[in-house]
């Protein structure tokens, strides 16, 4: 089983649309979660850390789940500027520490 | 600069020539991270540095490939007797330190092609 793992997709959706994602990961001593977006042929740049208590900038909200151990990112009322692969990054230190990249979902919003 | 500084951005090398790669992290970062990501996959770890600690280079995929960070600032990934499969782009990170709740910074990459 893979350290993170999230649904590859494409998630193709209309401008307007809630689309949610999903990342779990393996290992429960994993402490700080992030979204990270990396548009096509660029590199992964920071989307939001996710909290504990959730956290939410504007359109999009991350969940975290410690009891499932997966963490969620959803984003409303999405724009065609939203199309790009969401990559989930779990961090955890078990004697060293570790930063895992989920291989990320791919969402195309189309008008 | 203010970013993750890489070079060069595009390579095309012959196979079984060696290749470096350079990155240049952000000022003060004390850790440093290269990842592989071949088209279409997700980003696969090589090797980080923390300050002065011995390298975490469990994902080295062979011996081929070894890295070093002179100064506690640039480094350097070398690639030995390249193969086709190399072939993705090398993206180097940067964190203020290796540990929880850091951002970690990107650079654009550079693009090999093993030919």
């Known amino acids: 089983r893979k350290e993170v793992e999230q649904d590859p997709g494409p998630f193709n959706v209309p401008e307007g649309a809630t689309v949610a994602f999903n990342c779990t990961y393996s290992n429960s001593a994993s402490q700080s979660f992030f979204w990270y977006r990396q548009d096509c042929r660029k590199e992964p740049k920071l989307l939001m850390s996710?909290?504990?208590s959730g956290n939410e900038d504007g359109r999009f909200t991350a969940q975290l789940n410690r009891a499932s151990q997966y963490i969620s990112l959803l984003i409303r009322d999405s724009k065609l500027s939203d199309s790009a692969t969401y990559l989930c990054v779990v961090f955890f230190n078990t004697g060293g520490f570790k930063t895992i990249f989920g291989a990320g979902t791919r969402l195309f919003v189309k008008a | 600069g203010a970013g993750v500084s890489q070079s060069p951005s595009n390579k095309v090398t012959e196979k079984g020539k060696d290749v470096e790669l350079r990155c240049d992290p952000i000022?003060?970062?004390?850790?440093l991270y290269w990842y592989r990501q071949s088209l279409g996959q997700g980003l696969e770890f090589l090797i980080y540095?923390?300050?002065?600690?011995?390298?975490?280079k469990s994902g080295l995929p062979s011996d081929r490939f070894s890295a070093e960070r002179t100064g506690g600032s640039v480094s350097t990934l070398t690639i030995q007797r390249t193969q086709q499969e190399d072939s993705a782009v090398y993206l180097c990170?940067?964190?203020?330190?290796?540990?929880?709740?850091?951002?970690?910074?990107f650079g654009e990459g550079s693009w090999l092609t093993v030919v």
């Open positions: 990170a940067s964190s203020p330190a290796l540990g929880s709740g850091n951002t970690i910074y």
């Open positions: 996710v909290y504990s």
């Open positions: 540095f923390q300050g002065n600690s011995a390298p975490d």
């Open positions: 000022s003060g970062h004390t850790a």
